[in-house]
């Protein structure tokens, strides 16, 4: 199953620091975290007890060539178009994927 790089802050950390420290521990790549842009805001029903809002960041600058640096949890990395994405993809990241192409600030997922 394919998902973005992500994570959860820890705590007393900014949000936007958060998401390039993810970044690097899953991809090895460095990131500006002043740079990310808020692409969307997912409100995401995991299941009937509980929900969660995710802040997805886009960003087109980094250091280093990425990696799977997390293969204890990922088998690999890809590249993908996402406006086709592969049928593995799963759901949630999908939805915060197809929210940020159609302009989408924020979106419900799994109400």
């Known amino acids: 199953m394919l998902h973005l790089p992500s994570g959860h802050l820890d705590e007393g950390e900014p949000i936007r620091a958060g998401a390039a420290r993810e970044a690097h521990a899953e991809t090895g790549v460095?990131?500006?975290?002043a740079g990310l842009r808020l692409a969307t805001v997912?409100?995401?029903?995991?299941r009937p007890d509980l929900?969660?809002?995710?802040?997805?960041?886009?960003?087109?600058?980094?250091d280093r060539e990425p990696y799977n640096a997390g293969p204890h949890k990922c088998g690999k990395l890809l590249w993908c178009?996402?406006?086709?994405?592969?049928?593995?993809?799963?759901?949630?990241?999908?939805?915060?994927?197809?929210?940020?192409?159609?302009?989408?600030?924020?979106t419900?997922?799994?109400?």
Do not use: E, K
């Not at 178009?81 to 924020?106: E, M, Q």
């Open 81 to 106: 178009d996402p406006a086709v994405l592969p049928s593995n993809t799963i759901d949630y990241p999908a939805a915060g994927i197809r929210a940020d192409l159609a302009g989408t600030s924020i």
């Open 42 to 46: 997912v409100h995401h029903r995991q």
């Open 108 to 111: 419900a997922h799994g109400w």
């Open 51 to 62: 929900a969660r809002v995710g802040m997805f960041f886009a960003n087109n600058r980094w």
């Open 30 to 33: 460095r990131i500006d975290s």
